[in-house]
Structures are given as C-alpha cells and as structure tokens.
C-alpha cells in the first residue's frame, strides 16, 4: 500500500484497540478465557512479529518497558513471575474507553497520535491517561502499534 497512513485509519484502531481492553475486563468478570483475549489483542494492535515495539505502560516502574509480547500480555492480564508488579490494567475491569487525540503526524507508512485516552470502571469514573502511539502499515496493510506511551497527568499535589 502507498496510500498516507490517513486520520480515519488511525482512529479506528484507537476504538478497536479500546474495545479490545474492555473485552478483556468483560471476560475476566465471566471467567472465560481472558488470557486468550490478551494474547490475540497484542498480537493483533503491536507490531512484535515485525520488529521493535517500545511500549511504555502506565502502570509500571519496576520494570518500566515491555519489548516482548509476553511482558505485553502480562500488563494487562497480570499472573507473570517475571513481572511480578503487572496485576492486569485490562482487568481493572474496564467498561469503556475514548480517546481525545492532541494531534497526529501522518506519513506514508507511519503515523503518531498524542492524547489523552479516558478509562472508565464499573461505577462510571474516568481515569484521565496521557498517551503517545506510533503505528506503522504491517506487512499485511494493517496498521500496528510499535510505539506506546501513557502516563498518569502530573499533579502538583
């Protein structure tokens, strides 16, 4: 494909990418098999099959970055030795999640968004997450993730 990698494109993966970590929380609370939702949800939104992924999660510290899909997975569903930390960002759980994008830089094969992204749990509160994505078009013409940042806002309190 030599198409720019357009806005539209972006934002649908931003929603399937939200939908898929609410997927997760959703079948943890059934007790089916979220580990399996995990595994597919990094393989489908990063780009580990085709290089290097610099994925920054919000809640780590201990070991801050995640270079392999299975310290990726491990975020967000937890139960890791190796991450001893992760307790599953995914299953918090969450009902819904929106993205209110800064900006974004389109190129041909690679494309940042910046923003905020807004979690919101069972009881309805939002959890404000700043975030910076990088995706560049896969082999297949899909557009994966090989850049993840987000933190929590600076607080002066």
């Known amino acids: 494909?030599?198409?720019?990698?357009?806005?539209?494109?972006?934002?649908?993966?931003?929603?399937?990418?939200?939908?898929?970590?609410v997927q997760i929380g959703k079948l943890f609370l059934e007790k089916k098999d979220f580990?399996?939702?995990?595994?597919?949800?990094?393989?489908?939104?990063?780009?580990?099959?085709?290089?290097?992924v610099l994925f920054k999660p919000t809640k780590a510290c201990q070991i801050q970055f995640r270079s392999t899909p299975e310290s990726a997975v491990s975020y967000f569903?937890?139960?890791?030795?190796?991450?001893?930390?992760d307790h599953?960002?995914?299953?918090?759980?969450?009902?819904?999640?929106?993205?209110?994008n800064c900006g974004f830089?389109?190129?041909?094969?690679?494309?940042?968004s910046m923003g905020n992204y807004f979690f919101t749990d069972l009881l309805g509160n939002e959890v404000?997450?700043?975030?910076?994505?990088?995706?560049?078009?896969?082999?297949?013409?899909?557009?994966?993730?090989n850049l993840h940042h987000s933190s929590l806002p600076f607080s002066n309190d």
């Open 1 to 21: 494909m030599s198409a720019i990698i357009t806005e539209e494109e972006v934002l649908k993966v931003q929603q399937g990418w939200g939908d898929s970590v």
């Open 35 to 52: 580990r399996k939702a995990a595994l597919k949800h990094v393989e489908k939104f990063y780009g580990y099959e085709e290089g290097i």
């Open 77 to 85: 569903v937890g139960s890791n030795n190796q991450y001893a930390e």
């Open 88 to 100: 599953g960002f995914a299953l918090q759980p969450w009902t819904k999640v929106r993205f209110e």
């Open 105 to 112: 830089i389109l190129e041909k094969n690679y494309a940042i």
């Open 128 to 145: 404000k997450v700043e975030y910076t994505f990088g995706f560049f078009r896969a082999v297949d013409g899909s557009l994966k993730i």
